[in-house]
């Protein structure tokens, strides 16, 4: 575990500082440099409390340089998202843990997210719109998008490497196993897409109406709004009479009042909207069908049991690769998490290509 650490701390040094290197904003540079300053002094911590000399650290891990890899590519943004994600996952449980054991916790176990949080507010050039500007890259890009793509991938190759697996063990026809898979690949992906299409559209309708309602309020009954923006401040422990003052000075301009209710009152961040549902639909489109293909391509250009083995092997060693992409982000080992993941998705494509088996002599 000590290791373990250390090496996390290592990558956290290395991303960061990569961050700041390919970061075109001086002033946001700076602060990827304090972040990895900061993470340099843990692995410094950790390597005294390990006893390993300071010539004999490893340098930063396979899944750090794969992911300044992602970064060169599709740019650093990405890396920033990972990066945050991973920290306040670690905070997380490190602080269920101590609460599982009755440990008193300190306020120390909170994520890195915070100390930067805190590098940008107390760094006086940094302006409000690079504020709003690099809150906007971190929550919008990042882990949640690569970890999007792999299970997207994992969904297309799973479900139609199963669907495949069954009408070719009903039935070793090439047209009809062809003609399976292609229907299976686009079924799914219009069904994934159009299911995140509705889930984007339909979340950004029901706040884009709470906001009206909100706005509504503030033009029918100012007074009524002007209380409650009062108890937002109290709520933030400014005394009563100050929260007034301002809950009045902010009235001056409704649309500043509004985007205050907006984000305290209802916790909704204005900026999440702005998110294409066409764009969220197509990504899922691609991405499944990108993994279902796998297992259909080798009906397209050879049968019988050739294409049979042909699909079955390629389908594990995607298999394999998509559960080695998800240590990205679980730390666990590569072979474990790999082979698991292909074992279980053999299993499954093995039980439908039994149960077309029992079909197909049935008919027959």
């Known amino acids: 575990m000590k290791n373990k650490n250390l090496q996390t ?3 956290a040094s290395y991303l960061y500082k990569q961050l700041a290197d390919h970061e075109p904003d001086p002033l946001v540079a700076k602060v990827f440099q304090q972040m990895s300053e900061i993470e340099g002094g843990h692995v410094k911590a950790f390597a005294a409390k390990a006893n390993v000399p300071a010539d004999q650290l490893p340098g930063p891990s396979w899944r750090a340089r794969t992911f300044n890899i992602i970064g ?15 920290e306040k996952t670690l905070s997380k449980a490190i602080i269920a843990t101590k609460e599982q054991n009755k440990m008193a916790i300190t306020g120390s176990e909170t994520s890195h997210v915070k100390i930067l949080r805190s590098i940008l507010d107390k760094e006086p050039a940094v302006s409000g719109t690079q504020m709003a500007r690099f809150e906007k890259r971190h929550r919008s890009v990042g882990g949640n998008a690569i970890r999007a793509a792999v299970l997207g991938g994992n969904d297309g190759l799973v479900s139609n490497f199963s669907l495949v697996m069954g009408v070719a063990g009903a039935s070793p026809s090439q047209e009809g196993v062809l003609l399976a898979g292609s229907a299976g690949l686009l079924a799914g992906a219009l069904s994934m897409a159009l299911g995140e299409w509705i889930s984007v559209k339909s979340s950004q309708e029901l706040y884009e109406n709470q906001m009206q309602l909100e706005m509504d309020e503030l033009e029918t009954n100012p007074e009524g709004e002007k209380k409650e923006i009062a108890l937002i401040y109290m709520a933030k422990g400014i005394p009563e009479d100050q929260a007034h003052q301002m ?3 902010i009235m001056n301009d409704p649309a500043q009042a509004h985007e205050l209710l ?4 209802l916790g909704i961040n204005a900026e999440e909207l702005k998110g294409s549902a066409l764009e969220a639909a197509l990504y899922s489109f691609f991405l499944f069908a990108l993994g279902a293909v796998i297992p259909v391509l080798p009906f397209m250009f050879t049968s019988g049991i ?9 389908s594990a060693i995607g298999l394999f690769l998509i559960g080695a992409a998800i240590t990205l982000f679980t730390g666990r080992n590569v ?8 074992l279980f998705g053999l299993l499954a494509a093995a039980i439908t290509f039994g149960i077309g088996r029992l079909i197909g002599v049935a008919i027959a």
């Open 9 to 11: 701390e290592i990558d």
């Open 247 to 249: 809950a009045a000075s």
């Open 72 to 86: 060169k590519i599709f740019g650093y943004d990405y890396v920033l998202g990972v990066l945050m994600d991973t």
């Open 262 to 265: 907006v984000k305290e009152e």
């Open 306 to 314: 050739k294409a049979l083995v042909i699909s079955v092997v390629g």
């Open 335 to 342: 072979w474990f998490s790999g082979g698991r993941q292909m």
